[in-house]
């Protein structure tokens, strides 16, 4: 079981660009949620995927949006990227909804310059 | 918002126990407490979680007061692996639907001394 994947490890992004980041959940996972983590500060939360719909959505503005495709992987877009979006992006899989525990991928360390 | 609060830094020795201590007097009768811990460079890792009893698995233990306003968690013989932050986080129970997403605040940085 690969567990949760990532995908990539590291982007440097231009001030106004876009960006696109995936990630492939844990074998037997229908739920992914995406954090986002500045440096010092613990993950928060940006929004949850659950048959292929947003389900939740923490205080993130709407230049973050998402799609899940239908075997459960994921994408996190950014748009209009800002010097404060430089961050580690983490993906989250789980089972029904999240109920249960979360299993966290190794993060996408995305710098905005 | 975070719910819990933790000391910032703790140090133990390798080998020994370590104890981390959390508050979340505020926590409702439905929410259970979650420990996570961050290794460097790494996402996440859950460790144990509970709800009113004293939980234990390969891992850690779990200790909650009987009021459930603190908690401790037990690393019975840290090694150095264990250097990490850990979260403590306070969620609503895994039986309801709604706002199942995990509020990490800054947590406890443990590090394990040779």
């Known amino acids: 079981d690969a567990g949760v994947t990532q995908s990539p490890t590291h982007l440097i992004k231009t001030r106004g660009q876009q960006v696109t980041l995936r990630c492939s959940p844990k074998?037997?996972?229908?739920?992914v949620s995406w954090y986002q983590q500045a440096l010092g500060q613990g993950p928060q939360f940006i929004f949850q995927y659950y048959e292929e719909e947003e389900r939740q959505r923490g205080n993130f503005p709407d230049r973050f949006s998402g799609h899940q495709f239908p075997n459960y992987s994921s994408e996190l877009n950014v748009n209009a990227l800002l010097l404060g979006d430089s961050a580690l992006y983490l993906c989250?899989?789980?089972?029904?909804?999240?109920?249960?525990?979360?299993?966290f991928g190794p993060g996408t360390r995305l710098t905005v310059t | 918002d975070a719910k819990t609060t933790q000391p910032p830094s703790m140090d133990c020795a390798e080998g020994r126990a370590a104890n981390l201590p959390c508050n979340h007097s505020t926590i409702s009768g439905n929410e259970y407490v979650y420990w996570y811990r961050q290794i460097h460079s790494q996402g996440p890792q859950y460790i144990i979680h509970?709800?009113?009893n004293n939980e234990t698995n390969e891992m850690a233990s779990l200790i909650i007061t009987e009021d459930r306003k603190s908690s401790t968690l037990i690393l019975p013989h840290a090694t150095l692996r264990d250097t990490a932050v850990y979260y403590c986080?306070?969620?609503?129970?895994?039986?309801?639907?709604?706002?199942?997403?995990?509020?990490f605040g800054t947590g406890t940085r443990l590090t394990v001394i040779p």
């Open positions: 509970g709800l009113k």
């Open positions: 989250a899989s789980s089972m029904d909804r999240g109920l249960h525990e979360q299993y």
């Open positions: 986080i306070v969620r609503v129970s895994p039986d309801q639907t709604g706002a199942n997403n995990l509020f």
């Open positions: 074998s037997g996972h229908d739920t």
